[in-house]
Every structure is written in C-alpha cells, then in structure tokens.
C-alpha cells in the first residue's frame, strides 16, 4: 500500500463547476499537507500549503484536512479552463522530512 | 531571476551509456532536490542535499549519484543507463525559513533510454 494515495482521473468537468480533489494517506504522524498543481510538461508549483488539521482558503482555492480520517481535499470553485492541469497532494511529518507525492489528479475543466 | 533551471530538456541514451544532468538555482536557496514522476508513480526523491557539501538519499537512490558543486549547482549522474530509467527528472529547490514544502521546480528533464 502507497503512504499516499490519490485517484488519478482524468476528471472532466465544465467550466463554472465546483471540483473536489481528495487523498488519503496511512501514516497518522503526516503534520504538513501541500497541493501542488503542474501543467503540461512543466514543473510542479507550490498551491495550498496547511499544517495540522482544519482548513485554508485563497481565492477561488479551499484546501481541507481532516487528520482523523487521514483524508485531504481540495476544493476550486467557479472552475476556469485554466485550472486544467495534474493536482498532485503531498505531505510530509515534520520541518526538515522529506515530502511524499500522491500520483496526481489530472483535471480538464471544458469551456 | 530565472529560479530552477535544468539542462538537457531532453535526452535519449542507449543501454549502457552515462549522462549528467544539470540544474542550477539563482534563488540563493541552501536545499537541493533530484526526483523523478513516472505515469501512476507521482514524484519519486532520489536524492536531495540539506546544504553545500552534504546530499543524502531518498526514496530511490539505486544507479544515481549526485554532486552539489556550490550552491547553486546539483547534478545528477546516470553511470550506466537502463531502460527503467526512461522517465522525467525534475530538480527542485527550497530556501532556508521558508516552509518545506515549498520546493521551487525546475521544468525537467525528459530522458528515454532504449
């Protein structure tokens, strides 16, 4: 079993529509929780970024962690074509550790 | 200030040959980072270096060597390559007292070995 694991889609949505991205993960001791998005043939870019349990909001972006169930989401609303790309999760235990990737979402968001 | 930059972009080797792989940061960060995302594998560490002078290993070191020539430098060494290597290598970075996840990435390196 994967430390991370993440439903790798594709997931198609139309533009406008709210999208859920989720990862669960089994080592309960995970303290950070980053989402990185990464478009065609590019690097990945740091996007949301939460320490412990609860939730962080920027702009149209929510990120959720539910430390209990060992679940992380990501919620884009008012979805834009732009937002098409790979979602990858990752997680790491404490300052200093080492980061751990989900496989990564792919999300195309259709005009 | 061009952050992560990696060379080649691309690179095809037969079985058996060696390459290094280049990346440099201009962000005056102190940790360097080598990994590789094959499909359904996400973002594998191969090795990564805390600081000028010291690498370590990561999740998937086996037929890697790397060198941290300064700070700004982290190459990446195939000494003889295989074809479960074909994959796209990126080189990330991150600066002291910033959060460690925030890793600043390179646009990769897409290397095939027949």
């Known amino acids: 079993q994967k430390e991370v694991e993440q439903d790798p889609g594709p997931l198609s949505v139309p533009e406008g529509a709210i999208v859920s991205l989720n990862c669960t993960y089994s080592n309960s001791a995970f303290q950070y929780f980053m989402w990185y998005r990464q478009y065609s043939r590019k690097g990945p870019e740091l996007l949301m970024y939460t320490y412990s349990s609860g939730n962080k909001e920027d702009g149209r972006f929510t990120a959720q962690v539910d430390k209990s169930s060992k679940y992380i989401s990501l919620f884009i609303r008012d979805s834009q074509p732009s937002d098409s790309a790979t979602y990858l999760c990752?997680?790491?235990?404490?300052?200093?550790?080492?980061?751990?990737f989900g496989q990564g979402t792919e999300l195309s968001v259709k005009p | 200030n061009a952050g992560v930059t990696q060379t080649p972009k691309f690179q095809v080797l037969k079985t058996g040959q060696s390459m290094t792989l280049q990346c440099a940061q201009d962000m005056n960060h102190n940790s360097m980072y080598w990994y590789r995302q094959d499909p359904g594998m996400g973002l594998r560490l191969i090795y990564y270096s805390a600081s000028e002078g010291t690498t370590d290993k990561g999740e998937v070191p086996n037929g890697y060597n790397v060198s941290r020539l300064n700070k700004r430098e982290f190459s990446l060494r195939l000494e003889s390559a295989a074809p479960s290597q074909t994959s796209v290598y990126f080189c990330a970075s991150r600066g002291t007292g910033t959060a460690l996840g925030e890793q600043y990435f390179g646009p990769g390196t897409r290397l095939t070995v027949t």
């Open positions: 990752a997680m790491m235990l404490n300052q200093g550790g080492k980061l751990i």
